[in-house]
């Protein structure tokens, strides 16, 4: 290389890099953060945190020490201990069950669970049961009380303040911070589930809404983690705890006392706020991904090749050509994550107003299109990690609208029972029943309501497309296993449902 294509290449290193950090020191001055360090949780003494209690260290263990450190990655066993102490009561069935869905307007079988119990595991799997059927929720509760002291084991430690996983924040390649313990949270949270809803029909309403709360903790133990896939998880958690105060609620067993207490707790969510908070952190953790990528030249989670593969001719040459890229290149990918999520993901939601903006989300689209299609070196990366995001904002708006809905569920149920009927309008319900009425999340409007000819009541919003559908929720395709959250309304209890057109 000649000296004039030296201090070319040189000036173009350093015009990048001084436009990444005019970007970051402009927007730091209005409060934003850009590094990793700036959003890892802060330390928690070991005796007030959840996560280092002795049955939830069963979650990670397999995995990472105490320390954060990773013990043995290469098991295939993974952190087993806590599977065995209390697994996913239906893993590989073979026997149709149904652990109900209050998005479809479908409660829990507990025949079914009764005789998958009965005769499908109790040989196999050590389940208790009877010698003579009982009632279904008694058989279900009977084979659940396998787990009994694992819960109140969890349960417990539960009752400690805090919770940070002993994650390990400062590994050189952030992609790689190992996250063992989100797949074990959310079984657990599975099959307390299944737990409070058996609870509620044998008529143990106390038991269930300690489960209920137990399952919130267990969701609240990763709200601190800056990572996309934590908050995914979380999100995926609260569909399963409202499934029990749905069917307590559409079956009448929650006392008024019982629904104060549930809606102070489900008050407490904020999942337009953790959009904000792992938006932020997934930003940085993309630009930390592509720091790294720049100092060490390490390549091969874009392109596939193993580049520490002396043996591997292909490998060889890929090397060479990543020490050819310009740190440009990497600065500029930078560059176009942070001005990506900072004006096209973040304005998606209003934290304050309590509002999502579906239109700015199809800007977002709009853009991400373009982007894609004229990608080039300096925004590489960016497209490949970019439109990952775009559809998370509908899943954040759909568990806050879910959750809002739920606490007004609470407060109709409330009045249903101090007067003998639901009301005619929501605006009955404050204050009495209800501090204040949350607004959609779409919209900022009312959420849409009415009493049906059979005395129970419809409640939604007019999810993503702004539009009053009438209740009608919508299916991505013919098996209805998943709802279309562009299309339709989004339905705490409704009555009409159909298939999309094709």
Known sequence: MGVAAWFAWLALNMSARNSLDRYEHQWEAKGEHFALSDFVPKPVPDNQNFALTPIVATMYESYLGKNGLIINSSS??????????????????????????????????????????????????????APQAQAPAADVLLALSKYDQTIEELR?????????FPLNYTDDLPAEILLPHLSMLKQ????????AVAELQDGQS???????????????????EPFLISHLVRVGMCHMVL???WEGIQEHHWSDAQL???????????????????????????????????????LDTFSGVNDDDEDNALAGVTRMVYHLIPNSVFYQNELVVARGIQDWFLPI???????????????????????????????????????????????????QSSVDMARVACALERYRLAQGQYPEALAALSPQFIEALPADVIGGQPLKYHRT??????????????????????????????????????????QIMKLPEY
Request: glycine share 6%; net charge negative; proline share 4%.
């Open 76 to 129: 295939e066993d993974g952190p087993n201990e806590f599977r065995r102490r209390m697994y996913n009561p239906l893993q590989d069935s073979a026997y149709s069950t149904n652990l109900g869905d209050w998005a479809k307007d479908e409660t829990t079988d507990l025949k079914a669970l009764q005789f998958y119990y009965r005769t499908i595991l109790a040989k196999t799997n050590g389940f208790p049961t």
């Open 156 to 164: 417990q430690a539960a009752a400690l303040p805090d919770s940070r």
């Open 206 to 224: 106390e038991k269930a809404l300690a489960d209920v709360k137990l399952m919130m903790r267990l969701m609240d133990s990763i709200r601190t």
């Open 260 to 298: 104060v207490e549930l809606n102070r707790d489900l008050a407490r969510l904020d999942f337009l706020a953790d959009y904000e908070f792992s938006m932020r952190g997934e930003r940085a953790l993309e630009m930390a991904n592509i720091e790294y990528m720049r100092r060490t030249r390490k």
């Open 188 to 195: 657990g949270c599975q099959v307390l589930e299944l737990r």
């Open 243 to 245: 499934q029990p105060v």
């Open 453 to 494: 000819a059979d005395g129970q009541f419809v409640l939604y919003s007019v999810g993503w497309n702004g539009a009053d559908d009438g209740g009608t929720v919508f299916w991505i395709n013919k098996s209805k296993l998943n709802i279309d959250l562009k299309r339709g309304d989004w339905v705490w209890r409704g």
């Open 349 to 399: 939601v209003n934290v304050q107003q309590h509002r999502v903006l579906p239109e700015t989300e199809e800007l977002a689209e709009t853009n991400l299109e373009q982007l894609h299609a004229h990608w080039f070196p300096n925004n590489i990366f960016a497209v490949m990690t970019l439109p990952t995001l775009e559809a998370s904002c509908r899943r954040y708006a759909y568990a």
